[in-house]
T-cell receptor
Framework: AQSVTQPDIHITVSEGASLELRCNYSYGATPYLFWYVQSPGQGLQLLLKYFSGDTLVQGIKGFEAEFKRSQSSFNLRKPSVHWSDAAEYFCAVASQGFGNEKLTFGTGTRLTIIP | ETGVTQTPRHLVMGMTNKKSLKCEQHLGHNAMYWYKQSAKKPLELMFVYSLEERVENNSVPSRFSPECPNSSHLFLHLHTLQPEDSALYLC?????????????FGPGTRLLVL
């Protein structure tokens, strides 16, 4: 069965500093990988996703993520965070099927931005 | 209205009450989902509907009863809930149910069971 681990429950970063959120997955083959963001009182919004090809994926709001098969990782990065990036971030994995494929989420990383 | 909407946004109910959560998607999608989000736990998939047919029931207690009258609307009927059912209930939709499909989420209903 597929699974996702986000080892950092809470991260605090200064505004303007760089950010990296960690995600490790467990799956027998190359999965589909997603990063979602949830702002307070909101639902989840897709930041980016990886299916195949270039292992560096660009997303919205200046985020990017890199798929590393050898490390079973899909870490999210941003070179310079803004106060509006404070939110909860979820990594998710889905199997490469065409019907009734379950999206499995990690427990999330809460990001706090300090001035 | 755009995207996925959910009503009500907040709900407080007693254990003997009956209430319903409503979800509506304005994206023309064919699949809809209910998730439960509890503190410090991963999102738990509850139900999946594809073309109005239930395709996933993730061992959810019978006190939760979903209904999908058409591809745009999804309900979650609640009765005799327990305090541990207090959580954020999220609805999502996607074009299909393949692994590559992006799911679009509503803002959720914050449920408190007293």
């Amino acid at each position: 069965a597929q699974s996702v681990t986000q080892p950092d429950i809470h991260i605090t970063v200064s505004e303007g500093a760089s950010l990296e959120l960690r995600c490790n997955y467990s799956y027998g083959a190359t999965p589909y990988l997603f990063w979602y963001v949830q702002s307070p009182g909101q639902g989840l919004q897709l930041l980016l996703k990886y299916f195949s090809g270039d292992t560096l994926v660009q997303g919205i709001k200046g985020f990017e993520a890199e798929f590393k098969r050898s490390q079973s990782s899909f870490n999210l990065r941003k070179p310079s965070v803004h106060w509006s990036d404070a939110a909860e971030y979820f990594c998710a994995v889905a199997s490469q099927g065409f019907g009734n494929e379950k999206l499995t989420f990690g427990t999330g990383t809460r990001l706090t931005i300090i001035p | 209205e755009t995207g996925v909407t959910q009503t009500p946004r907040h709900l407080v109910m007693g254990m003997t009450n009956k209430k319903s959560l409503k979800c509506e998607q304005h994206l023309g999608h064919n699949a809809m989902y209910w998730y439960k989000q509890s503190a410090k736990k991963p999102l738990e998939l509850m139900f999946v509907y594809s073309l109005e047919e239930r395709v996933e029931n993730n061992s959810v207690p019978s006190r939760f009863s979903p209904e999908c009258p058409n591809s745009s609307h999804l309900f979650l009927h609640l009765h005799t809930l327990q305090p541990e059912d207090s959580a954020l209930y999220l609805c999502a939709s996607s074009q299909g149910t393949g692994g590559s499909e992006t799911q679009y989420f509503g803002p959720g209903t914050r449920l408190l069971v007293l």
